[in-house]
């Protein structure tokens, strides 16, 4: 599925955990949350005419897979950011005139998920927001080597999501 959002926000989304009708985020959920955290840090962003990525749920081990061969480390994990932000290349001014901007890949564990959703004691809903987050934050070249970046980068991840009202315990 692949909507153009008004503010220029195109987002595939690839759903290969749930049965269709069963996630617990819908697509239109997941369209308004990432265009609002777009538009919030709408700073940290190349001037475009809109902009793409890709959102994928998927389980353990199709994650392990991607984060043994982008990462080499053969263990699953929550999330996995591939921003094309990070490629240094020129690009022409007048295309981003006229074509969206591919920002990256997201990729969510949604059984990782699923486990510190509950070590967390919030629901599967806020578990998949704080990800998502996250990795939107990586797409724009936000990173974390050391704590005092982690500090920061969590507070704006807390941020994005009173942007979208999404409660603390959901």
């Not at 008004?6 to 308004?32: I, R």
């Not at 940290?44 to 990462?71: K, M, W």
Request: aromatic share 10%; with cysteine.
């Amino acid at each position: 599925m692949s909507e153009t959002l008004p503010l220029g926000v195109d987002l595939c989304l690839q759903d290969n955990y749930f049965d269709p009708g069963n996630s617990p985020v819908d697509g239109e959920t997941w369209h308004y949350w990432l265009e609002t955290w777009l538009g919030y840090l709408s700073d940290y962003l190349p001037v475009a005419a809109g902009y793409e990525l890709s959102l994928r749920l998927t389980d353990d081990r199709e994650i392990q897979t991607y984060n043994c061969q982008y990462r080499h480390k053969d263990q699953p994990t929550d999330v996995l950011a591939f921003a094309t932000l990070e490629v240094d290349f020129p690009v022409d001014e007048r295309i981003l005139e006229t074509e969206p901007l591919y920002l990256g890949d997201i990729i969510i564990s949604v059984e990782t998920a699923q486990q510190q959703a509950l070590t967390q004691n919030h629901s599967l809903a806020r578990e998949l927001a704080w990800l998502t987050a996250h990795a939107c934050l990586h797409l724009l070249g936000w990173d974390h080597p050391d704590e005092t970046s982690l500090l920061e980068m969590l507070s704006l991840q807390e941020t994005l999501l009173k942007t979208v009202e999404m409660p603390i315990h959901s």
